[in-house]
């Protein structure tokens, strides 16, 4: 089957804009992560879920970044108000399930605030 | 907290040569550890694992790692560079199975012809 995939593949926003980010899980994946990964640096952990919950968001940085997977496939990163700082790749990478060692990886959202 | 570190962020080899990744890691617990790859305008590809079972892992196009704990390392090797492995290697380092990865800075690799 399909892999993960994100759309849109690349943003462009407006520094106080808000945006929203979506990943599409492979079918049947229980297991979801959001990373953000800077200019030049490794992805670094936003939050994570298992199906609807969201059992992990300890590296969201602000209150601006709000993540939810309502009925437990899609799920979708909104950054309010959105800053320069903001700008990165935005990765989901999903996996069959919480013993699962795997994750499989989306192409990434690079989202640029100007 | 766990933390990963890749020494040298760029590294050139020709075309047949040696490949050698560097990476050090830092857990409280026994560490589950990765080497992931990234090609431009992708996704990381999972090349190998170690998850305490044997201390030298074999990935995908010919890569492997060793496991030495006493060196906290889980160096990424290839014994013969060809020019499809240019691309960006990450290290990472996880607690546990299914928990979330954290990764080294990334080593970017060259392949000189």
């Known amino acids: 089957g399909a892999g993960v995939s994100q759309s849109p593949r690349y943003k462009v926003a407006k520094r106080g804009q808000d945006v929203a980010l979506r990943c599409d899980p492979i079918s049947g994946h229980v297991s979801l992560f959001w990373y953000q990964q800077a200019l030049g640096q490794g992805p670094e952990f936003l939050t994570y879920?298992?199906?609807?919950?969201?059992?992990?968001k300890s590296g969201l940085p602000s209150d601006r970044f709000f993540a939810e997977r309502p009925e437990g496939s899609v799920s979708t990163l909104k950054i309010q108000r959105t800053q320069q700082e903001d700008s990165a790749v935005y990765l989901c990478a999903s996996s069959f399930d919480p013993g699962s060692y795997e994750q499989y990886f989306g192409p990434g959202t690079r989202l640029t605030v100007t | 907290a766990q933390s990963v570190t890749q020494l040298g962020s760029h590294v050139s080899v020709s075309e047949g040569a040696l490949v050698l990744l560097r990476c050090n890691y830092s857990?409280?617990?026994?560490?589950?550890l990765f080497w992931y790859v990234q090609y431009p305008n992708q996704g990381l590809q999972l090349l190998l694992k170690y998850t305490s079972a044997a201390t030298l892992v074999k990935g995908i196009n010919g890569f492997e790692a060793e496991f030495k704990k006493s060196e906290t390392s889980f160096h990424l090797t290839k014994p013969s560079a060809h020019m499809s492995d240019a691309a960006e290697y990450f290290c990472?380092?996880?607690?546990?199975?299914?928990?979330?990865?954290?990764f080294g800075g990334g080593t970017r690799v060259l392949v000189k012809p």
């Open positions: 990472a380092v996880s607690e546990a199975a299914g928990n979330k990865l954290t």
């Open positions: 879920f298992q199906n609807e919950a969201q059992l992990d």
């Open positions: 857990s409280s617990v026994p560490p589950y």
